[in-house]
């Protein structure tokens, strides 16, 4: 089936303004994780869920980030009063379980997000 | 904040030559991957090692783990337009509840000229 999807692939936000990227995960996948990256530089982790449960949100950078996964599935990264810093491609992966060390991460291809 | 270094950083070079790029942690991880990232795109992954001192290739990729599972390698032989592109590596570590998480490096710049 298809791939992860991203939505919307541009955002452009004044700051102060709140934003809300959607991440569509492949169908079936129990793992789901959040990425921030900067550019030119490696992807840096924010979140991670597994199925509805976030069980890791270490990479949050402050509490204006919220992620949710409420079925399990579709999962929005809210971001409130954006910053100029908050700048960035975000970035969502999926996988199967999530169990094994050595799974692979299917990428989708990010929300590109410039804060004005 | 970054655990894994990669150099170069920027890499330019004409199509024939061969390289090697380098990713170096002060942690230990289960296994790395290495990821190629085109513009606009998310990365795609090219290998996962997993044992210290394992070497695995792939048509003219070769990847190497460290014995001791910090650092990794990857040589391209005869490099080609299309290698072009962002390389990344990146150390897997489990997640209390389940799952691994991946810890990126810096990131190499490729860029193959004819």
């Known amino acids: 089936g298809a791939g992860v999807s991203q939505s919307p692939r541009y955002k452009v936000a004044k700051r102060g303004q709140d934003v809300a990227l959607r991440c569509d995960p492949i169908?079936?996948?129990?793992?789901l994780f959040w990425y921030q990256q900067a550019l030119g530089q490696g992807p840096e982790f924010l979140t991670y869920f597994q199925n509805e449960a976030q069980l890791d949100k270490s990479g949050l950078p402050s509490d204006r980030f919220f992620a949710e996964r409420p079925e399990g599935s579709v999962s929005t990264l809210k971001i409130q009063r954006t910053q100029q810093e908050d700048s960035a491609v975000y970035l969502c992966?999926?996988?199967?379980?999530?169990?094994?060390?050595?799974?692979?991460?299917?990428f989708g291809p990010g929300t590109r997000l410039l804060v004005l | 904040t970054q655990l894994l270094e990669q150099s170069p950083q920027f890499l330019s070079i004409q199509e024939g030559e061969n390289l090697t790029v380098y990713c170096n942690s002060s942690?230990?991880?289960?296994?790395l991957q290495w990821y190629r990232q085109e513009p606009g795109e998310g990365p795609v992954l090219l290998v996962t090692v997993v044992t210290g001192g394992e070497v695995k290739k792939l048509k003219r990729l070769t990847f190497q783990f460290g014995d001791a599972r910090k650092d990794s390698s990857l040589h391209i032989t005869a490099a080609q337009p299309g290698d072009t592109g962002l390389y990344l590596c990146a150390g897997s570590r489990h997640i209390t509840g389940g799952g691994n998480k991946l810890t990126f490096g810096t990131g190499t710049q490729l860029k193959v000229e004819l």
């Open positions: 169908s079936g996948h129990v793992s």
């Open positions: 942690s230990v991880f289960s296994s």
């Open positions: 992966a999926s996988s199967l379980t999530g169990g094994l060390r050595q799974e692979t991460q299917y």
